[in-house]
């Protein structure tokens, strides 16, 4: 007989991280614990991550849906397969949980050579919104610091700015030497998206995610057709589970990238089936951790290694928050790494 629980835990980021959206200081998780009530010394680990005003799972009832849960935790599967579409971050730290429990709990939750260190992931170096220095200052950090490929969130400060800052990563490096990826946050508005597009095409952009904000599919449709810069969907596809659905969002829009993200779009299972028909679309597509400590960027970063994505992939949060989980992950050079030699430290949050 399985036995659940779960305990609140308040990342503290190390600097504010600025998107469109606002101002965030912290965010919130919930760790999930699943253990084999005879053996309660093994036990598997989820985590449940929460993005205020975006993940579709922001709500008054959530801490008491997941008691439901895990109260409810011997019918895993019904919760997994059917139970829980109105809470994909509660799915994925249920998944993530049955997993690790399945593959003894010690956080190894798809061996491969990444989770030997034989291997590593490349991903990009993010760079939050902020006021035009620190965004230069933490441009010019990452560059140094070995990445190849850097994301830039755009859309909060002035436009021409913005501008600026993309001719100083292009003054010194062309596109053979640094990649630059945008992400808008659905900024745009329909009166300026295109034009904007435009201007930014100058300075040879890999892509931009979600330029508008979604359900407008329409409108992204033809910007899609039209756009000098591909685009990618990343809010458009959160609360999207039904299979018909996504074909028909993709065949409708015909986005040149979808940007995946488990704890926003209900894990795993749910962001294989969006590869799947994206896939069938010939849409290209990366993985992108969503704010989530270092449980859940373990449990992405894993499974992210076994689908053979060469791309560089959105991992690198793992070192925005003061109070994250210490772990055997680290971030080297423009590459994500899992040093098995380094030990989790999970006992302060059980026992906490």
């Known amino acids: 007989m399985l036995k659940a629980r779960f305990k609140k835990h308040t990342l503290n980021f190390i600097h504010p991280g600025g998107t469109s959206r606002g101002i965030m200081n912290s965010k919130d998780s919930w760790i999930l614990f699943i253990y084999v009530e005879d053996a309660p010394e093994y036990y598997g680990i989820g985590e449940c991550s929460l993005i205020k005003g975006l993940s579709i799972d922001d709500r008054s009832d959530f801490e008491s849906k997941l008691q439901i849960v895990c109260d409810d935790i011997d019918n895993w ?104 990826r945008l992400d808008a946050n659905g900024a745009f508005t329909k009166d300026d998206a295109e034009e ?94 969503a704010l989530e400590g270092n449980i859940g960027l373990n449990a992405i970063a894993q499974w992210a290694y076994t689908l053979g994505n060469p791309m560089p992939q959105g991992l690198g949060t793992g070192q925005l928050f003061s109070n994250n989980i210490a772990s055997p992950l680290k971030m080297e050079g423009g590459f994500l790494h899992y040093d098995p030699k380094l030990k989790w430290e999970i006992e302060g949050i059980i026992n906490g």
């Open 77 to 180: 599967q019904y919760w997994l397969e059917e139970g829980l579409f109105e809470f994909p971050s509660i799915r994925f730290g249920l998944e993530m949980a049955i997993k690790d429990l399945s593959e003894d709990g010690d956080c190894i939750l798809f061996s491969s050579s990444f989770t030997t260190g034989e291997d590593k992931i490349p991903i990009n170096g993010l760079v939050w919104m902020g006021d035009y220095q620190i965004m230069r200052e933490r441009i010019i950090e990452k560059i140094e610091n070995g990445f190849s490929c850097i994301k830039l969130k755009v859309g909060a400060i002035n436009f021409e700015d913005e501008i600026k800052l993309l001719n100083l990563i292009r003054t010194d490096f062309s596109d053979k030497e640094i990649e630059l």
């Open 196 to 289: 904007k597009l435009k201007i930014l095409s100058q300075f040879s952009i890999h892509s931009i995610e979600q330029p508008i904000a979604p359900k407008q599919w329409e409108l992204m449709a033809d910007l899609c057709s039209k756009s000098p810069i591909p685009i990618a969907l990343d809010e458009e596809l959160i609360g999207i589970h039904n299979q018909d659905y996504i074909s028909k969002m993709l065949e409708e829009i015909a986005p040149h990238y979808i940007i995946l993200k488990p704890g926003l779009i209900g894990g795993w299972s749910q962001s294989s089936t969006f590869i799947r028909e994206a896939e069938n679309q010939n849409i290209g597509w990366w993985i992108t951790s």
